[in-house]
């Protein structure tokens, strides 16, 4: 009889332990998502990576579309050359105008397609990284919530478009959200960086006017010693004439 007990909770023990080493070794589930280089500040520019898995075993990511906000638009929206991958950036007009920086901007961005070029695209148990430079951020919002359409070799298409709601848990398939830093002063970025090259343009100028100077200076005092020399030598000679005499 208590034998029996004994093999029943080892197997119920083994039972659990077999349940758990499949839990942890399941793979965990990864969705496409957008991350910035460093900061995206609202009323800035920014460089974002919109980061697709593989989660197939036999197909590879052959295309990705991302759907830009249309209650944020965004004017300018540039991609970085991929290596094997074409590129195709959409725009519209706007029935509203936007005026970013004293300007006018009639059309923005709505969507941009990658395209495997040589059909291998991203393969089973890789990752693949999709750069754009965007902006101006809204000032307006603190996110950005983009859909994303995931296409595999084998024409089978996942839809990464539900928007996660706060206070709820993540949706099977949620969408790529940019979260957004608060605002800073320089925008551009360039700001800073004109000052700077203003003041090492200053200092270099500095620089070579004291180099100049210093070499100006360097200059007259060996002429003044040379004058000074000859000076000396002649006056040494006509000294020794007249002892002499």
């Not at 197909?59 to 991958?85: I, N, R, Y």
């Not at 059309?107 to 089973?124: I, L, N």
């Not at 148990?125 to 859909?147: C, R």
Request: glycine share 8%.
């Amino acid at each position: 009889m208590q034998a029996s007990r004994i093999a029943s909770r080892v197997t119920a023990a083994t039972a659990v332990a077999g349940t758990a080493v499949l839990a942890l070794s399941a793979p965990a589930f990864a969705h496409v998502s957008v991350q910035p280089e460093g900061t995206a500040a609202k009323g800035g520019y920014a460089v974002v990576d919109f980061k697709v898995p593989n989660e197939r075993d036999n197909a590879s990511t052959t295309k990705l579309e991302v759907t830009f906000p249309a209650d944020h638009p965004l004017a300018s929206v540039m991609p970085q050359p991929l290596p094997g991958w074409n590129v195709q950036v959409t725009k519209v007009k706007l029935d509203k105008p936007l005026t970013m920086h004293g300007e006018k901007i009639d059309e923005a961005v709505t969507k941009v397609t990658w395209t495997a070029a040589d059909g291998k695209g991203v393969q089973p148990g890789y990752f693949q990284k999709f750069p754009l430079s965007i902006g101006a951020l809204p000032e307006n919002t603190d996110q950005l919530v983009f859909k994303a359409l995931q296409t595999y070799s084998d024409k089978e298409v996942v839809r990464w478009i539900e928007a996660p709601q706060a206070g709820q848990d993540e949706p099977e398939n949620p969408a790529p959200v940019l979260q957004l830093s608060a605002a800073s002063d320089d925008h551009h970025g360039t700001a800073n960086a004109k000052e700077t090259a203003d003041k090492t343009e200053t200092a270099a100028a500095a620089t070579d006017s004291g180099s100049h100077d210093t070499d100006t200076t360097a200059r007259v005092l060996g002429i003044v010693g040379i004058v000074v020399g000859a000076a000396g030598v002649a006056y040494g000679v006509f000294a020794g004439r007249r002892r002499t005499a």
